[in-house]
Nanobody, 127 residues
Framework: QVQLVESGGASVQAGGSLRLSCVVSGVLDLTNGGSYCMAWFRQAPGKEREGVASISSDDRTTYADSMKDRLTISKDNANNTLYLWMSSLKPEDTAMYYC?????????????????WGRGTQVTVSS
């Protein structure tokens, strides 16, 4: 099994920045995990889940077009941690943010392709 635990969500003012973290444990080891991909998704109340950013084991990345200028996804293999840096936050970025992972994939924002999910961390942006 793979466990994903997100943190870093907070209430911030519009224009602010946040760094979200996702600690990976279990059978997926980022230092020797073979082929895998990881991603951040978000879901606002009353809206569908959407992919935000994804990264593969060989550090290829993909971002949601609507947000790519404000995001950076990265991973610290030694510490088994995935990060998402978000800048110039807007009220419409308010959502629960989830970390996801799966084996044997390239970076993808298609949620149905992920097997493992965290419980989320809340980001609230006020104007």
């Amino acid at each position: 099994q793979v466990q994903l635990v997100e943190s870093g969500g907070a209430s911030v003012q519009a224009g602010g920045s946040l760094r979200l973290s996702c600690v990976v444990s279990g059978v997926l080891d980022l230092t020797n995990g073979g082929s895998y991909c990881m991603a951040w998704f978000r879901q606002a109340p009353g809206k569908e889940r959407e992919g935000v950013a994804s990264i593969s084991s060989d550090d290829r990345t993909t971002y949601a077009d609507s947000m790519k200028d404000r995001l950076t996804i990265s991973k610290d293999n030694a510490n088994n941690t995935l990060y998402l840096w978000m800048s110039s936050l807007k009220p419409e970025d308010t959502a629960m943010y989830y970390c996801a992972a799966r084996y044997f994939c390239g970076p993808t924002l298609i949620g149905s392709r992920y097997n493992f999910w965290g419980r989320g961390t809340q980001v609230t942006v006020s104007s």
